[in-house]
């Protein structure tokens, strides 16, 4: 089973009875007091899943927003707040020192680390790792930002975006953006990269290579991308195509209009199959397209990574949704930038709030038009393909409630991978200094030590100091 049902994501002590080299518990003392506590007062559910019929191998337990970069911007001016810190910054910036502990300033309720140099356009650069990286306009020449309307440029983490609710992201940017800029109302919100994924169960086993080859996408295409692409000819450019003219030196002449048509459908012919694949002992990843590209596309194998990143919250989102903890689940994503944006409804998404309201059409576009996994590639007509059990969680994915918030982090894998390092090293020191294999006087000197040290930190507020530095503060 990959995920016990202790959802505290606490590592227990082992029982009295096991043997050990030694006495010490495998664990924190905190990470052992929240391992008897119930989690479930920590991660509420914002909707009740709805019911939809799906193969019983294939389970919708998690849908969302996974990257998102937006720039802000247009007739207003920086805050009150950038208005009177910007000299300090500046100061700041001049008078860092390489190995320095960066600068932490407050936005809102919350700290962020400010970096001491700048990024092109950006004169400052802000960062939470709870929540993300922010960019600002130099206010000295913030005019002259109004035109691309971008003198803020945000991009939130996967880690921050999993705790807002769809309904509430919109307030909740708008909320950062207010502490930066004099009038929220004022200003264009617009998307520069959009990351959305689902996780559907897969029984208890990743895609096989022979799904992953059955699928037809568009994936070498970057233009017209949601346009009907069937190539449509009249009688008379058939009739051209199968006796052409011949002029008075035995060439074929076709007309411009025609040789567009035939160019466009190859342009935009489909790719069957994925672009890359990775994969160890079996198959993990599959890509379509190029990370360059302004929309691709994966699949890959989540239950691997979130054990390889010791993910414990994902796994809980799972769990509200459902998820038996031992099947496989697939993560199928695609990442979007603001050029395929523009061209899909006369570029309606671009507009933060309007892709927000559309996450479902956007979804659709890329699961029924872009990318689709059928049964069996027919050649010779794509579009009646059928497409698999599995695929049609995929396409269902942003049309089921689910729950997709955790209200509050849970830190305690964090907290018992810090402990483990942190006390093996404390005995590592402790065996190096002992005078001899029964020098007990040097380990309690170590014990009061470690207890001086640790309370004076507290009231010199060096917790308060590194808390702000994590963003947690």
Known sequence: MLFQKERTGAVTPAPSNTKHKDSTPVV???VAQLGG???????????????????????????????????????????????????????????????????????GNEWWELYPYSARHYKYQLRNDEIGFIQIWNPEKWS??????????ITFYSKWLHRVSKNNLVN?????????????????IQISRLDLHTDITNGSSFLTQEQVDNTISKSKVRQNYYEDTELKLTEQEEELINTPLINNKGVVKLPKSLLDK???????????????????????????????SSLWGKFYNKSVEVKNKNDNDTPLLWLDNGYNGKD?????????????????????????HNAVSNFDKIWDYLTNKWLR????????????????????CVINAFNVPLCGV????????????????????????????????????????????????????????????????????
């Open 28 to 30: 924190s003392p905190i």
């Open 37 to 107: 506590q119930s989690s479930r007062t920590d991660y509420q559910s914002i909707t009740t899943p709805a019911p939809i019929h799906q193969n019983p191998h294939h389970k919708i337990v998690l849908s969302g927003v996974d990257t998102l970069t937006i720039t802000a911007g247009g007739i207003c001016s920086p805050s009150k707040l950038i208005q009177n810190q910007y000299e300090i910054w500046n100061e700041y910036q001049q008078s860092y020192e390489h190995n320095e502990d960066y600068s932490t300033v407050e936005i």
């Open 144 to 153: 002259s930002g109004v035109a691309g309307k971008q003198q803020i440029r």
């Open 172 to 188: 909740e940017v708008n909320k950062i953006i207010s502490h930066l800029v004099d009038n929220i109302n004022t200003i264009s």
């Open 262 to 292: 035939l160019l466009k459908n190859y342009e935009e012919q489909n790719l069957h199959g994925p672009t890359t694949t990775i994969r160890k002992r079996e198959l993990e990843t599959c890509y379509f397209g190029k990370k360059t």
């Open 328 to 352: 496989i689940v697939v993560r199928i994503e695609f990442s979007m930038r603001r050029d395929f944006l523009k061209e899909i409804d006369n570029g309606l998404y671009v507009d933060f």
């Open 373 to 392: 996994m059928v049964e069996f590639v027919s050649k010779n007509n794509t579009q009646k393909s059928k497409i698999t059990s599995f695929w049609e």
């Open 406 to 473: 955790i209200r509050k982090k849970n830190y305690n894998a964090k907290i018992n991978q810090l402990w483990l390092q942190g006390i093996g090293c404390i005995k590592q020191m402790i065996s190096i200094g002992m005078n001899d294999n029964e020098d007990t006087g040097f380990m309690n000197s170590v014990n009061q030590a470690v207890n001086q040290v640790l309370l004076s930190s507290y009231h010199s507020n060096e917790y308060f100091e590194r808390r702000k530095h994590l963003g947690i503060a």
